[in-house]
């Protein structure tokens, strides 16, 4: 009888020659277990740092709990010892010194911690027939229509005339109040239903209800805003004109969750790109005697262009790669040639509800590992910095001999749309760097979908290459 089981000519050159992301948890059912536990810390991380102000508080107490000390530009360091830049407290730089010599290279991972939300306008408070409202002014690139009828939470600092500042968290614990915008009921929409998906909300009604009470005394003009400006100068001491000196962020309320029967998903605001700065953080505190220096970057500004002093297209990241290079006595110039960074970022999980946006053979996948993106850009890789070959094989011969589970992707099809990141200007410094980050599904919208197993493939990543 013949063997059925025998595999034929053509299938061993199949199996040979062609090649499939596997399943993560299928190929390496033991991590699902490491993975899970990795994510607990990640899931607090997300639910206790929602701004980038805040991101960056928690980084610098975690860094200064692990022994980093403040660097400082004329010290002399050793192989081993660790530093941290906090860059006006809206980004993050944290070093471990290595045994090579800085102008044979360094080890550079670049993560932002800013992500879509809404901010507040300088006047944001106003009433209108009797209810109190805060403007808003959406940051980065949001679906405006996903911001309506969910709960807010407000986030950011406020300095008084005297130079104190308040800050403000109101929304996340169980006993806050959480704020709202409103959408039309389905019996009166009917105009607003022929409106495009992206006018369904107009940026001008995306509108933060804030109050509805009066202040108690009548014949006053727009009692309600009164009576909300009473209740934040009781509790925070500030009056209107205050506001001109707040940074205040809207973003969605609760915590991270995990999401589906198996728990293998977390439901969370801002992983785009939390879910590659944390995973960051975490290879750059464990990380104790590498051979190159490492230099993790958790910035700022991201979703608006990398623009201002604490975006990637200042100088603040060269400030401190050229003071690393004088207190080595090293050529700047070198440093940077020899250099290789992973510009840590998210790409586009294949969305099976949506297929036809994506170009299967070319996406990235949940619960396949972390996703290795040689180019980003819109359409005709615009914007995109593309990783040679060279700086390709390295990055994967060293996750290969690490045994990383990766991917490869694209941002959709190609005249779909397309996006950025910091490569370009990691780049333009005469730097090799590639994208490496974790699939999101739902990205920029006030709740995102990663998976488990590819948030530990990150990080396994980030440890593989600083090693």
């Not at 090649?19 to 536990?37: G, I, M, N, Q, T």
């Not at 944001?124 to 980065?140: L, M, R």
């Not at 990241?317 to 690393?324: G, K, W």
């Not at 995102?448 to 530990?456: A, C, F, G, L, T």
Request: glycine fraction near 8%; include cysteine; aromatic fraction near 10%.
């Amino acid at each position: 009888m013949e063997n059925t089981n025998e595999k034929t000519a053509g299938q061993k050159l199949q199996e040979e020659l062609t090649w499939k992301f596997p399943s993560v948890a299928l190929e390496a059912p033991e991590r699902v277990k490491e993975a899970y536990d990795f994510c607990e810390p990640y899931k607090a991380f997300l639910s206790e740092a929602k701004t980038e102000r805040e991101c960056v508080l928690k980084a610098e107490a975690m860094l200064k709990d692990a022994g980093y000390t403040e660097f400082d530009p004329k010290a002399s360091y050793q192989p081993g010892d660790k530093v941290y830049f906090n860059n006006r407290g809206k980004a993050i730089i944290a070093s471990t010194f290595g045994t090579a010599p800085l102008d044979e290279g360094i080890r550079l991972n670049a993560a932002h911690i800013d992500a879509p939300r809404l901010d507040l306008k300088p006047t944001p408070v106003y009433e209108k027939n009797d209810i109190a409202y805060f403007k808003t002014h959406y940051y980065g690139g949001i679906r405006k229509y996903q911001w309506a009828t969910i709960p807010l939470s407000l986030h950011g600092v406020i300095y008084k005339k005297n130079g104190d500042a308040v800050i403000v968290n109101i929304g996340e614990d169980p006993a806050d109040p959480v704020f709202y915008i409103s959408d039309l009921l389905p019996h009166l929409s009917a105009r607003q239903n022929q409106r495009s998906l992206a006018e369904g909300i107009k940026g001008e009604e995306l509108n933060i209800l804030i109050g509805s009470i009066p202040y108690p005394e009548k014949g006053l003009k727009d009692p309600v805003k009164l009576k909300v400006l009473q209740i934040l100068n009781e509790k925070y001491g500030i009056v209107e004109a205050d506001f001109y000196r707040a940074e205040l962020e809207i973003v969605a309320a609760g915590p991270a969750r995990d999401v589906g029967f198996d728990r293998s998903l977390i439901a969370s605001a801002a992983h785009d790109d939390r879910v590659c700065a944390y995973p960051a953080l975490r290879a750059e505190l464990d990380t104790l005697h590498p051979t190159y220096t490492t230099v993790t970057i958790l910035t700022d500004k991201e979703e608006i262009g990398s623009v201002g002093n604490t975006g990637l297209h200042s100088d603040y990241v060269r400030h401190y790669l050229e003071y690393l290079a004088e207190n080595a006595g090293v050529s700047y110039k070198d440093m940077l040639q020899h250099a290789l960074c992973l510009s840590s970022d998210v790409s586009a999980a294949f969305d099976p509800t949506f297929p036809d946006v994506y170009e299967a053979g070319n996406s990235c996948y949940l619960g396949k590992g972390c996703v290795l993106t040689k180019y980003t850009g819109a359409r005709g890789k615009s914007g995109s910095s593309d990783a040679s070959a060279e700086t390709m094989s390295k990055v994967i011969g060293i996750m290969e001999a690490h045994n990383v589970y990766w991917q490869a992707g694209e941002l959709g099809k190609v005249d779909e749309g397309g996006g950025g990141t910091v490569a370009q200007f990691i780049a333009g410094m005469n730097i090799d760097v590639v994208d490496l980050g974790v699939p999101v599904m739902s990205m920029h919208a006030p709740m995102e979908i990663v998976s488990k197993m590819d948030v530990y493939e990150a990080y396994n990543a980030f440890v593989a290459f600083y090693k």
